[in-house]
């Protein structure tokens, strides 16, 4: 198949977080797997054109009132020879610091009309490329105006056969704007209820792509049952119930090129299952020194990596009136490192946990090498998730060695099993509800059990090490998604 991938990212040009790493993950596999697929997104500030080919000719798109010139640039994605991925260069648009916001202003205000862009772009693309695809695939809000311009307008000029997949990888991100901003959409006014986009006499831009796109698709197969939900579905619930059909949960996998601790040049010991005690120590070692911890193979080190952000459980590990982190640092024998950033609030008291607690150690940022060597150092993963559409840190943690503790929630409920106290079954320790003791008492129960059921403790690791989470598994899904977005959208 001919497959489109629209995004607002895709690594390593931009990222913001995981849907950059999967974009490019699940093309790379499709690749792989014989389709042919591409990739768009903008040319922010921080893409340098000097490594880009630049198409011949501009590229003209009218986005609703406004008539749009714009420059394509090319290359390959790393790591392949063949998969290409165009940028679509308008200064006006993408030409600032930032994919969605920046410091000053952390939501551009006119993020519905750089996306716009974006997204007509995407189709003209093709017409100058002289190649239809027979899917395209958007990415959260930003690219959902693609299935809903195929839907309502494309598919009478020249994209007859071809059929759209949008997948939601947070549902929290709407993409909500005043409603004045949909006249720079180029979709006509009559499909302003039509299409979905109408939100409480405001513009929901996730909304149209959830009502006009022929598959929807998500990130994990849990996931996918809590966004039906009213805990789960953001308000977006009825629309996902009316629609559960055209509705797949997909778990994203892990780039075990870059993600697998036998080859990982970040870390200071390579290991594997088979030798996992071995590496682990060598690595607890070195991230006892780089965060000046004692240096002791006995006691255990709890590992976070975060987003210092609502969605993490930050405020029942952390907050300053009632989290239990500094009940987890003084009543149990553990260390703790953690590498984040986000909430001014969360890093001003990690700032100060730091200083009290000798046993507690934050790096606030963020650093790649770090968070490798955070894995392979620690023995336990600590993810409090109040919701995790997928999640991929407790699968680094399983393929590492680091047994998590997680809520049982979308792709954490998916990844890991819980432990089994009389039988050592399991991969990790869960807990259902997200308060500070639920979380202190999950915790004491995998600190017990390093102290008490060490056999079990080195079971679960090797288990957890021998995972699978590759992406072609995926790929194949989502091969299927599309036959049948083909089946029920395009020409029907």
Known sequence: MKILMVT???????????????????????????????????????????????????????????????????????????????????????????????????????????????????????????????????????????????????????????????????????GVYPKQYYSFLGVNWEYFYDAGFEDWDHLNMLKAGLASSDMLTTVSPAYAREITTPEGGFHMEGILRRRQDRLAGILNGVDTDIWNPAQDKHLAKKYSYKTPAEGKIVNKKTLQQLFSLEENETVPIIGIVTRLADQKGIAELFGPAYGCMYRICTELKVQVVVLGSGEPWCEQELRALEHKLPNFRAFIGYDEVLSHRIEAGSDFFLMPSRYEPCGLNQMYSLLYGSLPIVRRTGGLADTVTQYNQETGEGTGFLFDYLSPQSVFDTVFWAVWTWYNKPKHIAVMRERGMKQQFGWDVAARKYAEVYEKALSVGAGH
Request: aromatic letters at 10%.
């Open 8 to 174: 607002a990212e895709a690594a390593p040009f931009a990222k913001s977080g995981g849907l950059a790493d999967m974009v490019s993950a699940l093309s790379i596999a499709l690749r792989k797997a014989g389709h042919d697929v591409r990739i768009v997104l903008p040319r922010y500030y921080s893409i340098d054109r000097g490594r880009l080919t630049q198409l011949e000719g501009p590229l003209g798109l009218s986005a609703g009132q406004r008539e749009v010139w714009t420059a394509v640039y090319a290359t390959v994605m790393p790591g392949t020879e063949d998969l290409p991925v165009y940028f679509i260069d308008h200064e006006e648009s993408f030409g600032r610091d930032g994919i969605y916001g920046s410091p000053a202003e952390p939501d551009f205000h006119d993020n519905p009309v750089r996306f716009s862009v974006l997204c007509n772009a995407a189709f003209q693309i093709c017409h100058k490329l002289n190649w239809t695809p027979d899917i395209i695939h958007g990415h959260d809000w930003p690219t959902a105006l693609a299935p809903v311009l195929l839907k309502f307008d494309r598919r009478a000029h020249g994209f007859e056969k071809t059929a759209s997949v949008f997948t939601i990888h947070n549902l929290g991100y709407q």
